[in-house]
């Protein structure tokens, strides 16, 4: 099956690619738009302006989406959204991005293929992708990482020499780095507990170890005892008030 066929066939969804990626103002650029709303130097002129930018910027991004189209692959041309398929499968598959449109760009001999920098802008205009993609590179560093440990599990030690198997650690640790950057389940974690050291103990031992610290410290006991009887001389005046 070539490429054409390929990315026809991954194009096929409960839901057309166009609406399951539409053009849409980014959850953070919303979120900065209503914080500036509610603040103190907030200009009615100012916000009309920005949010005027913004519409004719997310217009221009809708009608490029709709209209402008990719390739020759295999004498076929395609759109932004059979594209963002395509792309999420691969990726999905553990093939990175960038090999991706490596790889679509040597089938495309006399014509133009997104570079990663469009795909990313992509991934900013149409959240829904770019939480798709997310997951996909998630999906991704899983492989990866499974890969890695299998490597490892497949090889023949007894067999191989010291160069490869300085060869064979460098490809496991290589894609070990990789899935940890792509999938957080694959990162080192240092797991920090926090307990309560009086979690457990009985009032008259927490009494115990407070009297043996004041023992052992006399100037925090002095200084104990002078708080609490200001507190004392405090609330006898408030009672006879």
């Given amino acids: 099956m070539d490429d054409a066929d390929n990315i026809k066939e ?24 209503n914080k500036a709303r509610y603040s103190m130097n907030y200009d009615p002129a100012v916000h009309n302006r920005v949010l005027a930018r913004r519409k004719r910027m997310l217009e221009a991004e809708r009608k490029a989406s709709e209209e402008r189209t990719w390739g020759p692959i295999d004498d076929c041309m395609f759109n932004r959204f059979e594209l963002m398929e395509y792309l999420l499968t691969k990726v999905s598959s553990g093939v990175s991005l960038p090999k991706v449109l490596e790889e679509l760009t040597r089938a495309c001999t006399d014509g133009v293929i997104p570079d990663l920098m469009m795909v990313r802008g992509w991934c900013r205009f149409h959240p829904d992708f770019g939480h798709a993609m997310a997951i996909a590179e998630e999906i991704r560093g899983e492989i990866l990482g499974e890969q890695s440990l299998q490597d490892l599990l497949d090889a023949d030690a007894t067999g191989m020499s010291r160069e490869e198997l300085g060869l064979l650690k460098m490809q496991t640790d290589a894609k070990a780095k990789a899935a940890a950057r792509k999938n957080a389940s694959f990162q080192d974690k240092t797991v920090v507990e926090h307990k309560d050291p009086n979690e457990g103990q009985s009032l008259e031992d927490m009494e115990k170890r407070l009297a043996d610290l004041l023992k052992a410290h006399p100037a925090i006991a002095a200084s104990v005892a002078g708080k609490l009887s200001h507190r004392g001389d405090d609330d006898a005046e408030v009672v006879s008030e």
């Fill in 10 to 33: 991954w194009n096929r969804s409960v839901l057309p690619p166009d609406k399951r990626f539409p053009v849409r103002t980014p959850n953070s650029t919303v979120a900065t738009i």
